[in-house]
Nanobody
Framework: QVQLVESGGGLVQAGGSLRLSCAAS????????MGWYRQAPGKQRELVTV???????HYADSVKGRFTISRDNAKNTVYLQMNSLKPEDTAVYYC??????????????WGRGTQVTVSS
């Protein structure tokens, strides 16, 4: 089973920066897509950004130009650099990893979540 350990969340003022990290450990065959989701109080969980095994990325419109996702395949770790943070970015951020188990079988894994709070 894959276990995801997140870190880097916290409280920051508007305009500040935070860097989230998520390390995958345990037993797995191969990690493909890695990404970040977030869920604000009273709202549904939404995709923030994803990065494929080949390095291709996708960002939600709300974070384009401010957030950057990256990955270190040797460390099985994905990062999220968040700059120019806004109060609307306040949410619990969840790491998501897709495990390729072969023969078209994909298993999703989720981190416990890390709180990001941006004050005005």
């Amino acid at each position: 089973q894959v276990q995801l350990v997140e870190s880097g969340g916290g409280l920051v003022q508007a305009g500040g920066s935070l860097r989230l990290s998520c390390a995958a450990s345990g037993t797995f065959f191969r990690i493909n897509t890695m990404g970040w989701y977030r869920q604000a109080p009273g709202k549904q969980r939404e995709l923030v950004t994803v990065i494929g095994s080949g390095g291709g990325t996708h960002y939600a419109d709300s974070v384009k130009g401010r957030f950057t996702i990256s990955r270190d395949n040797a460390k099985n770790t994905v990062y999220l650099q968040m700059n120019s943070l806004k109060p609307e970015d306040t949410a619990v951020y969840y790491c998501n990893v897709d495990e390729d188990q072969g023969w078209g079988r994909v298993q999703d894994y989720w981190g416990r979540g890390t709180q990001v709070t941006v004050s005005s």
